[in-house]
């Protein structure tokens, strides 16, 4: 099976804009998970979608959100930049029914904000 | 409440000299613990997964890992380092029971001397 992957790989942004990431899951995998990846706060849990719908949500500002479309592709969205969400977004799959909830990470995207 | 301390932020071994990163967690339900590795500018990589059906879990590239309810540990070990294990490693704390909840311990950066 081909593993999770995220687009784009690298992105550099300037202050005040707004950025769209993408994740398409392992197939069969109805799970994903977004997390932020700073040196300074690790790793921080942001959102998950099952089945298109938000089942848990960290804590994070309202300028994070995602989505999950009928194919289980998720896309996750930061508007009015902040140096601060410099980062490595990393996007996890699962599949509960399956292998109960271990998770599958993507490559990641690094955000740069200018 | 869910939680994972991660004892050590730095351990620095010699090559072929045994591993010891240590992880402590809390959970009110019966817990699923991971351990994945995350190289340099990588996504993470799972090494193991312990969901109750054998207290000692082995993993991938020699790693294993021993799940003391007592003691409330999920310390992973390798016997001999390899300077290819350089690399930061992550003790996952997850539940689905009760609503998906994933958290991760804070990393123990590991060096391998030549």
């Known amino acids: 099976k081909a593993g999770v992957t995220q687009t784009p790989r690298y992105l550099i942004k300037t202050r005040g804009q707004q950025v769209t990431l993408s994740c398409s899951p392992i197939?069969?995998?109805?799970?994903v998970s977004w997390y932020q990846q700073t040196p300074g706060q690790g790793l921080q849990f942001l959102f998950e979608?099952?089945?298109?719908?938000?089942?848990n949500k960290g804590n994070f500002p309202g300028r994070f959100s995602g989505r999950q479309f009928s194919n289980s592709r998720s896309e996750m969205n930061v508007s009015t930049l902040e140096l601060g969400d410099s980062a490595l977004y990393l996007c996890?799959?699962?599949?509960?029914?399956?292998?109960?909830?271990?998770?599958?990470f993507g490559p990641g995207t690094r955000l740069l904000v200018l | 409440a869910q939680s994972v301390t991660q004892l050590d932020s730095h351990v620095s071994v010699s090559e072929g000299t045994p591993v010891l990163l240590r992880c402590n967690y809390s959970s009110s339900y019966s817990p699923s613990l991971f351990w994945y590795v995350q190289h340099p500018n990588k996504g993470l990589q799972l090494l193991l997964k312990?969901?109750?059906?054998?207290?000692l879990v082995k993993g991938i590239n020699g790693f294993e890992a021993e799940f003391k309810k007592s003691e409330t540990s999920f310390h992973l070990t390798k016997p001999s380092a390899h300077m290819s294990d350089a690399a930061e490693y992550f003790c996952?704390?997850?539940?689905?029971?009760?609503?998906?909840?994933?958290?991760f311990g804070a990393g123990t950066r590991l060096f391998v001397k030549a």
């Open positions: 197939s069969g995998h109805r799970s």
């Open positions: 312990y969901t109750s059906a054998a207290t």
């Open positions: 996952v704390v997850s539940r689905v029971t009760g609503g998906f909840k994933t958290i």
């Open positions: 996890a799959s699962s599949s509960p029914s399956g292998e109960g909830d271990t998770q599958y």
């Open positions: 979608y099952f089945s298109e719908t938000q089942r």
